[in-house]
C-alpha cells in the first residue's frame, strides 16, 4: 500500500449529514490505495444519527457525543470544538471534509482552519441570504463558505452564489447532490429485498394504531416539520392546518413522525392527538422514512433534505417555510412554498388532492438535484487536486 496516501477526515453530527455523507466515505474507502479515511461524528443527533450509520455501514473513528439534554447552541458550540480540537491534533488530515450548514459543519471548518487544515465543503453554495432563516443554518453555510477551499455545489445557482462571494472558479464544481446516491442506493436495497420490503410495511403499520388504515387503498400524506424558525405560532399554524385537511375525507390518512424536540411534541399533541385519520408516530430511521416517501401521495415538510429526495420518487412537495434555499426546485416545479400561513397550506393541498393536472405537474418534473453520480464527481475531482 502507498506511503503517500491522502489522509481524509470526515465530520459530521445530525442524521441529514449522515446520509448525505455516507455513499461519499463509501466510494473513497473503495480507493484505499490512494486514501487513507477517518470518520468523525459529533453526535449532534444521537438516536437517528447511530440509526443511518448502521444502514450505510458505517463505523466512525471518533465519537464527541456531544448531546446533551435542553443543549443550547453555545453549549453545542463550545463542546464541538474542544472535540475537534484533539481529533485534529491526534490525526492532523490533509483534508476535512463537511457537509452542509450545521452546527458541526461550521466548527468543524472553524476548528480546521485554526489548524490550518485545507476544507471540503459538500452541498456547498445553498443560500437564502438571510441570517435568521433558516436559523442558525444560514450562517453556519456561509461563514463555512469564507473557509472552505473546496466546493461541491449541488447546481449551477449554488455555483454562482459562490462566484458571486469571490471563490475561485477552479475551486468550484457542480456535482449534483449526494443525497440522490443516498436514496437510489437505499430504494434499490428495498426493491431488491421483497422480505425486508415486507418487514418495513409491517414496522410502521405497527406504529399506525388506527385499524383502517392500509397502504393498498386511498391516499396518505407524509409530514415532517422541525425547524426551529417554525417554533411557536409557526408550529401551530402548521397543525391547525393539518387538522384542517384531515377532516377533507376520511379515508385519507396523514401520517406524522414527530421530532423529539418538546417544541415540536407539545403543539403536534396539543392539536393533532385523537384524530382518527391522523397518525402520530415516533421518528423513522432513514430506511423506513423512504418507504414511507415511495408509498405517500404527496408530502408536506419544512425539511431541506426532503425538497430534494421526493422529486426523485415522482412526489410533489408543499414547504412550509418562508424561504428556501433550494430556489431550483421551487423553479423547476417539484416544490411549492407554502409558508406556515394556514389558509395557504390548506388550499395548496386541497389543490393537489383535488386537481389530477396540477399533481402530474409537480410530480413528473424534472428533478434538479442530480443523476445519483455526485459523489464520483467528487471522488474525481479530489484525485486530480491532491
Not at 433534505?305 to 434555499?325: C, D, F, I, N, Y
Not at 442530480?370 to 475531482?381: E, H, K, S, T, Y
Request: aromatic share 8%.
Amino acid at each position: 500500500m502507498s506511503k503517500n496516501r491522502k489522509k481524509l477526515l470526515f465530520v459530521f453530527g445530525t442524521r441529514p449529514e449522515a446520509i448525505k455523507m455516507s455513499p461519499l466515505i463509501r466510494i473513497f474507502k473503495e480507493r484505499e490505495e490512494k486514501f487513507d479515511i477517518t470518520v468523525c461524528v459529533t453526535g449532534q443527533h444521537r438516536e437517528m444519527l447511530d440509526q443511518v450509520l448502521e444502514l450505510f455501514e458505517i463505523k466512525p473513528d471518533y465519537d464527541l457525543n456531544v448531546m446533551k439534554v435542553n443543549q443550547d447552541l453555545f453549549q453545542l458550540t463550545s463542546d464541538i470544538m474542544m472535540g475537534m480540537k484533539d481529533v485534529l491534533h491526534k490525526e492532523k488530515p490533509d483534508l476535512v471534509f463537511v457537509h452542509g450548514d450545521t452546527t458541526t459543519t461550521f466548527l468543524a471548518t472553524l476548528s480546521a482552519f485554526y489548524m490550518k487544515i485545507d476544507v471540503a465543503h459538500v452541498e456547498a453554495g445553498l443560500r437564502t441570504y438571510n441570517i435568521y432563516s433558516p436559523w442558525p443554518e444560514e450562517i453556519n453555510r456561509q461563514l463555512t463558505g469564507r473557509i472552505a477551499k473546496f466546493h461541491f455545489a449541488p447546481t449551477k445557482r449554488a455555483q454562482q452564489n459562490l462566484l458571486k462571494e469571490g471563490v475561485p472558479k477552479e475551486n468550484i464544481i457542480v456535482t449534483g447532490n449526494t443525497v440522490i446516491d443516498a436514496l437510489f442506493y437505499v430504494v434499490s436495497k428495498i426493491k431488491g429485498d421483497k422480505k425486508l420490503e415486507e418487514k418495513l410495511q409491517r414496522d410502521i403499520k405497527s406504529k399506525i394504531l388506527s385499524r383502517n388504515f392500509d397502504f393498498n387503498k386511498g391516499k396518505f400524506i407524509l409530514v415532517t416539520g422541525h425547524r426551529r424558525e417554525n417554533f411557536g405560532q409557526g408550529m401551530i399554524n402548521i397543525c391547525e392546518a393539518i387538522k384542517e385537511i384531515s377532516d377533507f375525507d376520511n379515508n385519507l390518512h396523514i401520517i406524522y413522525p414527530v421530532h423529539l424536540n418538546p417544541n415540536v411534541k407539545k403543539p403536534v399533541n396539543s392539536i393533532l392527538a385523537g384524530k382518527e385519520n391522523v397518525h402520530l408516530i415516533e421518528p423513522l430511521d432513514y430506511l423506513h422514512f423512504v418507504y414511507l416517501m415511495e408509498k405517500s401521495y404527496l408530502i408536506l415538510t419544512d425539511s431541506g433534505g426532503v425538497q430534494e429526495e421526493a422529486p426523485s420518487l415522482g412526489k410533489p412537495v408543499l414547504v412550509m417555510r418562508e424561504t428556501t434555499e433550494r430556489p431550483e426546485a421551487v423553479e423547476a416545479g417539484t416544490v411549492k412554498l407554502v409558508g406556515t400561513n394556514k389558509e395557504k397550506i390548506v388550499y395548496e393541498t386541497k389543490k393537489l388532492l383535488q386537481n389530477e393536472k396540477e399533481y402530474e405537474k409537480m410530480s413528473k418534473a424534472h428533478n434538479p438535484y442530480g443523476d445519483g453520480l455526485a459523489c464520483q464527481r467528487i471522488l474525481n475531482f479530489i484525485e486530480g487536486v491532491i
